[in-house]
């Protein structure tokens, strides 16, 4: 990338409302998402486990690609995991008209947050009525997670 480009790049994330710093850091943004309307901050309430690894976040990914598709009707959503260490979780939506508002993002991530409360991870360590989808990731070792209609809303939340 020439230096002109990069100063018209730059020029343009901060016309968009979006800070430099966040816009370098996400080098997915215009491929597998637009850009964030929305970046939220989340404070996990649990540690990152020990043997959280890219590995076994790709593995979680990969459950999750499975059990959609061992469903009997098309998966509405895909999950994969970006970044050099897979640390970047990635959730778009394959239909139309879904995921579309933060309405309906919050929504689906509290879906999650019901299906992360019968894991034997949050049962075992009674956590399940504390814990959330977002504290499953970091305790994976995700550090962000990017939600998006596969169009032009994007919804992102990064773990301090």
């Known amino acids: 990338m020439t230096r002109t480009e990069f100063s018209c790049l730059l020029l343009l994330s901060l016309f968009m409302g ?3 710093a966040a ?7 215009g491929y597998y998402y637009a850009a964030p309307d929305q970046i939220e901050i989340y404070t996990s309430r649990a540690r990152i486990l020990a043997d959280a690894s890219a590995s076994r976040r790709l593995a979680f990914v990969t459950a999750i690609t499975i059990s959609h598709n061992q469903r009997p009707y098309p998966a509405s959503t895909v999950f994969f995991a970006k970044g050099e260490n897979a640390e970047k979780l990635i959730i778009v939506s394959l239909d139309a008209g879904r995921l579309n508002t933060i309405f309906r993002v919050r929504a689906y991530l509290a879906s999650l947050t019901a299906v992360a409360r019968t894991t034997p991870l949050f049962r075992n360590a009674h956590v399940e ?6 504290d499953l990731a970091h305790m994976l070792g ?5 939600v998006s209609d596969g169009n032009r809303f994007t919804h992102q939340v990064l773990f301090e």
């Not at 816009?23 to 943004?29: K, L, N, P, S, V």
């Open 142 to 146: 995700f550090k962000q997670i990017t």
């Open 18 to 20: 979006l800070s430099g």
């Open 23 to 29: 816009q370098g850091a996400d080098r997915h943004a």
């Open 129 to 134: 009525d504390i814990l959330t989808f977002f």
